[in-house]
């Protein structure tokens, strides 16, 4: 059995599987054994904040069914017998789902999310559920309830969130393949602060239906994966159509606009350094890099804080308020304040912003992506935040500025490392965009990786 599958991405794995080179059951136990801790520096306490729980006889089942299928030379594509690894939002039957939360513990539902369907009716053996920040409504990844993942630069430090442990199973070689979601950056972020690929697919564009939902209209669904042509082929199968093809992925004559509209204001040191070194990168590539205002940026974000808190409480006002001491304060009074907003101002807010995309959307028709950091911040240490709610809640904040910009756009948005450790650069598109997104993406990992 290999002793280095955890870093080989899951694209080469499945092109393993079909050279007869790696048996998709032994693929699967080698995974197995490291979402329980074995191999890993941290051992079984660092599984334990990766993975709320393990599903190892899906994932064995699965695996076998693959295996023979590879025999046989009838493999479903290029990931038929790759694990993956689901936030534990994404409803699987009969095996909990409580989305970070004591207000669902022993939540069992009894059929799987259309999207954990589609995954394994392509072969894909579940590895198990990750650790999340509670309720999916925070970007740090701290979570006091249940646990809180690994950052892969700082052992002191945040991972990011929502999707924080699918962040932290990627990364520490815990799975080859993660899903996610993202409402305000709950992929890009993660995959940013653990120098992962994570892509925001558009809204609506993956049906939602078995996610335990945030904010229906602005939740999305994505991977988190360890190469551009991992998402793709990830990205194809959640959406059920043919993955992009990357071949020949090239930057020469793409126009990028570097976003100045807020996305640039107050970036810490080491994220400038390293979003300029990557545009030197890009530019280099044959990149045409132009840097540009989109004002109807700064009112959506002006607006945010009514369209995200009152549609967060009013999805969960009655579980929450059944129980609230079930909550990490900090979440739970984040949730209350949408209970400050009129039903009135939110309709407003909503037809507001869909004028703001509109504008949005003519302004920026002239280029092939819009880019800035995925982050203003680095990963932030965890003590401070935990001792003082009042920095919690501003670091969360900052840590989502410029991830929500991609979301109150509509839009669908790729962030790549950019060389500097806990640093992504972002690539956003128009909605349903996604196939040319990626095909820019691979273009831009290529470059940011010479």
């Given at each position: ?152 630069n700082d052992p002191e430090a945040a991972p990011g969130g929502s999707s ?287």
């Open positions: 059995m290999s002793k280095a599958w955890h870093q080989e991405t899951a694209a080469d794995l499945g092109r393993g599987i079909g050279e007869g080179r790696i048996c998709p059951v032994e693929l699967t136990e080698y995974f197995l054994a490291r979402s329980a801790g074995e191999g890993l520096e941290g051992g079984a306490a660092l599984a334990d904040r990766i993975y709320a729980r393990l599903m190892a006889p899906q994932a064995r089942a699965e695996a076998e069914a693959a295996r023979d299928r590879a025999r046989n030379g009838m493999r479903r594509g290029l990931l038929d017998g790759v694990p993956v690894a689901w936030k534990d939002l994404f409803d699987t039957a009969g095996v909990a789902t409580e989305a970070g939360s004591a207000l669902l513990a022993g939540r069992v539902p009894t059929a799987d999310a259309v999207v954990v369907e589609r995954l394994t009716q392509a072969g894909l053996p579940p590895l198990g559920k990750t650790h999340m920040t509670e309720l999916a409504f925070s970007g740090l990844g701290l979570n006091p309830i249940t646990a809180h993942p690994p950052c892969v924080s442990g699918s962040a932290a199973a990627v990364a520490f070689g815990a799975a080859p393949l993660a899903i996610g979601s993202d409402t305000g950056g709950s992929v890009r972020l993660p995959a940013a602060w653990n120098d992962l690929v994570g892509l925001k697919t558009s809204p609506g564009r993956i049906p939602a239906k078995g996610a335990v939902p945030l904010a229906a209209r602005f939740d999305t669904i994505g991977p988190l994966a360890k190469s551009v042509e991992d998402a793709a082929q990830a990205f194809a199968l959640l959406d059920g159509s043919p993955a992009p093809d990357l071949t020949g992925a090239s930057l020469k004559g793409k126009r990028l606009l570097v976003l100045e509209t807020i996305a640039l204001d107050d970036l810490q040191e080491p994220v400038a350094r390293g979003f300029e070194a990557a545009l030197f990168r890009l530019a280099a590539a044959g990149a045409e890099i132009r840097h540009g205002a989109v004002p109807p940026v700064a009112e959506a974000m002006a607006i945010s804080g009514i369209l995200y808190t009152a549609e967060c409480y009013g999805t969960w006002e009655k579980v929450i308020e059944a129980a609230p001491e079930k909550m990490y304060p900090p979440v739970l009074e984040r949730f209350r304040a949408g209970a400050e907003h009129r039903a009135c101002d939110y309709v407003a807010a909503w037809l507001r912003l869909d004028e703001l995309r509109e504008e949005w959307a003519q302004l920026v028709a002239g280029y092939d992506a819009v880019i800035l950091p995925t982050n203003a911040i680095l990963p932030p240490k965890v003590a401070p935040l935990l001792a003082d709610a009042a920095a919690f809640a501003r670091t969360n904040l900052a840590t989502l500025r410029n991830t929500r910009i991609g979301n109150l756009s509509g839009g669908c948005g790729l962030t790549l490392p950019s060389g500097t450790a806990s640093v992504g650069v972002s690539f956003m598109a128009p909605a349903g965009g996604e196939a040319a997104l990626l095909r820019l993406g691979a273009a831009a990992e290529k470059a940011l990786a010479d």
